[in-house]
């Protein structure tokens, strides 16, 4: 087998972006899961600078971590943390975000810029696919464009024009429009339009129709320059709009108030009694389905409903269905009936005493919450 280092093993692909291929793989002798990304040849090599930059950046919450890096029939390759899922892909399901939702992301990415920024190097190419979940934490990925902007001295890059324009046409400051050198600013500009973008599905300059990639370049840069923050922000609460004016209004070089970002989003927070507790919108629902895995696999190994032929005593039965009636219609759905195979674990070769009738009824409740969860997970789904 032609390992990775004599140790990593390509599993599947999850993702091809602009300038590599990543994959989940596995580090065999550890059999514990990994991301892979290799390098495309035919692209700039900018894997070199993201290693560069992830170790400089490792041990930050947020920032995935680093396992190994090198070359493999002539790529480069940098084996990291296996995170779940970019917002990208999240956007695409669910079209936007809650605002809960949005300002635990917001307060998240905020503290995990301060890192970056604090250790010297900006991202300049943050969008919703270089943004990561992964238990209950955000994390930020793709550090292929990202730049150290001061010295060992912390002295400062000199402010330059006519600079090539850098990240994604959509998300990317004004600064990078205009030629400008990017600082720690135009890192948090992008944020706030990526906010914007989760919070209404949609960017005042999106859809704008442009012969080639330059002229729609120049065409949302002009967009972006004339449109005001309250433009921007318009149906949105004030805060995102005074956080852009802030971000706005600091010159090149000056640092970013994070704490006053943050602090800001926090009472936003708070006003609306949001509990930050990391349940995203999406959090529910993989809840849901890692429960319904669970209840198919335990349903093909042994289905409830043999189990309850083979108790043969109908008395208990009946009791049951006597004290909570509609038992009988959970009972008709296959998925219900398997969980109550996984909640209550009855064994065939025991009669059911008054015990084991309890311990039915109080796993009940359980049943039924599952069962609206369910239903719920259904009618989600149908409404897609
Ligand atoms: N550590 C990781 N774990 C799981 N998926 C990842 C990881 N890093 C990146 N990805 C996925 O791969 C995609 C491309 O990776 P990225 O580093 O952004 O490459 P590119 O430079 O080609 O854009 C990301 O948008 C994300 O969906
Ligand atoms: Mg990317």
């Known amino acids: 087998?032609?390992?990775?280092?004599?140790?990593?093993?390509?599993?599947?692909?999850?993702?091809?972006?602009?300038?590599?291929?990543?994959?989940?793989?596995?580090?065999?002798?550890?059999?514990?899961?990994?991301?892979?990304?290799?390098?495309?040849?035919?692209?700039?090599?900018?894997?070199?600078?993201e290693v560069s930059s992830l170790s400089r950046l490792s041990k930050i919450a947020g920032i995935p971590q680093i396992y190994w890096n090198g070359t493999h029939n002539g790529q480069n390759v940098l084996v990291m943390q296996l995170l779940s899922k970019d917002l990208g892909c999240y956007?695409?399901?669910?079209?936007?975000?809650?605002?809960?939702?949005?300002?635990?992301?917001?307060?998240?990415?905020?503290?995990?810029?301060?890192?970056?920024?604090?250790?010297?190097?900006?991202?300049?190419?943050?969008?919703?696919?270089n943004l990561m979940y992964h238990q209950r934490q955000i994390y930020i990925v793709d550090f292929g464009i990202s730049k150290i902007y001061r010295d060992s001295t912390q002295k400062?890059?000199?402010?330059?024009?006519?600079?090539?324009?850098?990240?994604?046409?959509?998300?990317?400051?004004?600064?990078?429009?205009?030629?400008?050198?990017?600082?720690?600013?135009?890192?948090?500009e992008t944020l706030i339009y990526i906010l914007v973008l989760f919070l209404k599905g949609?960017?005042?300059?999106?859809?704008?129709?442009?012969?080639?990639?330059?002229?729609?370049?120049?065409?949302?840069?002009?967009?972006?320059?004339?449109?005001?923050?309250?433009?921007?922000?318009?149906?949105?609460?004030?805060?995102?709009?005074?956080?852009?004016?802030?971000?706005?209004?600091?010159?090149?070089s000056v640092e970013p108030d994070y704490d006053y970002l943050i602090?800001?989003?926090?009472?936003?927070?708070?006003?609306?009694?949001?509990?930050?507790?990391?349940?995203?919108?999406?959090?529910?629902?993989?809840?849901?389905?890692?429960?319904?895995?669970?209840?198919?696999?335990?349903?093909?190994?042994?289905?409830?409903s043999v189990k309850c032929q083979s108790l043969q005593i109908p008395s208990t039965l009946e009791c049951f269905e006597k004290k909570q009636s509609s038992i009988s219609n959970i009972l008709q759905n296959p998925?219900?009936?398997?969980?109550?195979?996984?909640?209550?674990e009855i064994n065939s070769d025991t009669n059911l005493s008054d015990d084991s009738t309890n311990y039915l009824y109080n796993n009940y409740q359980q049943l039924e919450n599952f069962s609206n969860l369910y239903k719920n997970h259904l009618l989600i789904m149908k409404d897609k």
């Not at 994604?168 to 205009?178: G, L, N, S």
């Not at 998925?335 to 209550?344: D, K, L, R, Y």
């Open 335 to 344: 998925m219900q009936i398997s969980q109550s195979a996984v909640i209550v």
């Open 202 to 252: 949609v960017l005042p300059w999106q859809h704008q129709l442009s012969q080639n990639n330059k002229e729609r370049q120049k065409l949302i840069g002009e967009k972006k320059i004339k449109l005001s923050s309250t433009e921007i922000c318009q149906d949105l609460p004030i805060e995102f709009q005074k956080a852009l004016d802030h971000i706005k209004s600091l010159g090149f």
């Open 1 to 49: 087998m032609n390992y990775i280092n004599n140790q990593y093993q390509l599993i599947k692909k999850l993702s091809a972006g602009s300038y590599g291929i990543v994959y989940e793989g596995e580090n065999i002798p550890t059999k514990t899961s990994v991301a892979i990304k290799i390098e495309k040849k035919d692209k700039p090599q900018t894997l070199e600078r």
């Open 263 to 304: 602090n800001l989003f926090r009472k936003l927070g708070q006003r609306h009694g949001f509990e930050y507790d990391n349940l995203f919108d999406w959090c529910k629902e993989e809840e849901v389905i890692a429960q319904a895995k669970i209840m198919q696999q335990s349903e093909k190994m042994q289905p409830f």
């Open 156 to 188: 400062h890059i000199p402010f330059r024009e006519g600079r090539p324009f850098v990240g994604t046409t959509r998300y990317a400051p004004i600064a990078a429009h205009k030629g400008h050198e990017l600082s720690r600013k135009d890192d948090l």
């Open 91 to 129: 956007l695409k399901e669910y079209r936007k975000f809650t605002l809960k939702t949005v300002l635990m992301i917001a307060d998240q990415l905020i503290q995990i810029l301060r890192n970056v920024h604090q250790k010297s190097i900006l991202h300049r190419d943050l969008k919703p696919e």
